[in-house]
């Protein structure tokens, strides 16, 4: 007989801590521009000795990836690092929102500090729900469907050499129907 095998997976989002979780103000707001809302997510992919952890950072107007990291770790860096990229590609953040989930990553206090210095409003959702955050989780899922980042990779490097071409594919050439056949980067830079 023929079985098939659950693959295993990996819970990321720790919602249970001691930080401050923020309300989620993006409910009612319409998105008319880019870094207008960013939301951000981790995804795991699979390795052969576990999972790495990639943390995204999408312009929800455009659909761009802004800023990415990839760990063999779940701890803050990662996010921090992706966060730090978005900021320093952007021309301008001003009226921005961060939009996440309410794991232990965003809302640490080194992560909201570097939110507050730089005067991006935080959001976030109000139960841990992919509902939620969807337009994240819709990244994640073209990544990985799309773009086979749900294969086993041999190690970090080859990893790492994945998510980068799957994420310049997606931002550069895929085009999107809910962008009228364009690409996230031609919106992005059309419109900002």
Not at 14 to 27: A, E, G, L, V
Not at 91 to 102: E, Y
Not at 122 to 147: P, Q, W
Request: net charge positive; with cysteine; charged share 25%.
């Amino acid at each position: 007989m023929l079985t098939l095998r659950k693959k295993s997976s990996s819970k990321i989002t720790n919602s249970y801590h001691r930080f401050y979780k923020y309300s989620n103000i993006t409910k009612n707001i319409e998105v008319t521009r880019p870094n207008q809302v960013w939301v951000s997510d981790i995804t795991y992919i699979r390795a052969i000795k576990g999972f790495c952890y990639l943390a995204l950072i999408t312009d929800m107007y455009s659909r761009k990836i802004v800023g990415y990291d990839l760990r063999d770790n779940l701890e803050l860096n990662g996010c921090v690092k992706a966060l730090n990229k978005a900021i320093y590609q952007a021309n301008n953040i001003k009226g921005l929102i961060h939009h996440s989930d309410r794991g232990i990553q965003y809302c640490s206090n080194v992560y909201t500090q570097i939110l507050k210095r730089k005067k991006i409003d935080i959001s976030m959702t109000e139960e841990n729900h992919c509902y939620k955050n969807a337009i994240a989780e819709r990244v994640n899922g073209i990544l990985k469907d799309e773009f086979y980042l749900d294969q086993t990779f041999d190690n970090i490097s080859h990893t790492s050499k994945a998510a980068k071409n799957a994420i310049n594919i997606y931002n550069e050439i895929r085009l999107h129907l809910s962008l009228d056949y364009k690409t996230p980067n031609m919106v992005y830079k059309l419109s900002a």
